[in-house]
């Protein structure tokens, strides 16, 4: 079946710090990556995607690219800030499917 | 991006009673929505897959009969938590699938916070 692991949290950085949050994932095929954004008290909102190897996908400084080689989609950003402050989910979603299948989420602090 | 919207962002209710959260595509046809459950400071779990004019599949280990979804139209999903109890509280999300030819996405509801007293 599919899986996506994430690095635990919770991630303190001060800002201005270089962010990466790792993720690897197990699946059948060839999946589409997203990373998904969660802010205090909200839903989910589309952060990026990639969907075949060496896509890179990118938004508001955010970047991963999909390493099949390693089966890793890692979210990186070279400057975090205060407002970054959220947690992160990676997930995937194999072809014909319609599901998708959640790491468990990485919580960003970033302070002053 | 798509919007989905969900109504109420936040209910209290009473032991026993039921909820209906909405869940709205509000600027697309969806024929696929989904419904999760999220605990504090964990993933989001599926609760149910639902498809319009059709039945809800659901989950393992998700009560079909406590649950009850209904998939009236493409642009509306609707849960409802009948005879709720306090270990039903909990944050629910919904979301909506848009597939195109190129693309597939969910574009997620803001939530609803359930308590039940």
């Given at each position: 079946g599919n899986s996506v692991t994430q690095m635990e949290g919770p991630v303190t950085l001060s800002e201005e710090a270089f962010l990466t949050i790792n993720c690897t994932y197990t699946a059948t095929g060839y999946p589409s990556l997203f990373w998904y954004v969660q802010y205090p008290g909200e839903g989910l909102q589309l952060l990026l995607k990639a969907t075949k190897a060496d896509d890179k996908g990118s938004n508001k400084g955010f970047e991963a690219t999909y390493r099949k080689e390693t089966t890793s989609f890692h979210l990186e950003k070279g400057s975090v800030q205060v407002s970054d402050s959220a947690v992160y989910f990676c997930a995937l979603i194999t072809g014909g499917g319609n599901k998708l299948t959640f790491g468990t989420g990485t919580q960003l602090k970033v302070e002053l | 991006g798509a919007v989905v919207s969900q109504h109420p962002s936040r209910v209290i209710c009473k032991s026993g009673t039921s909820v209906k959260i909405e869940c709205r595509s509000l600027d697309f046809q969806a024929t696929t929505m989904f419904w999760y459950r999220q605990f504090p400071k964990q993933s989001l779990m599926l609760m149910a897959t639902s498809n319009e004019g059709s039945k809800a599949t659901y989950e393992q280990g998700v009560e079909k009969d406590k649950f009850l979804i209904n998939?009236?139209?493409?642009?509306l999903s609707t849960l409802t938590v009948t005879s709720?109890?306090?270990?039903?509280?909990s944050f629910y999300i919904c979301s909506a699938s848009y597939q195109d030819r190129d693309s597939y996405e969910q574009y997620f509801g803001p939530g609803t916070r359930l308590t039940v007293t």
């Open positions: - | 998939h009236a139209s493409l642009t709720a109890h306090p270990e039903d509280s």
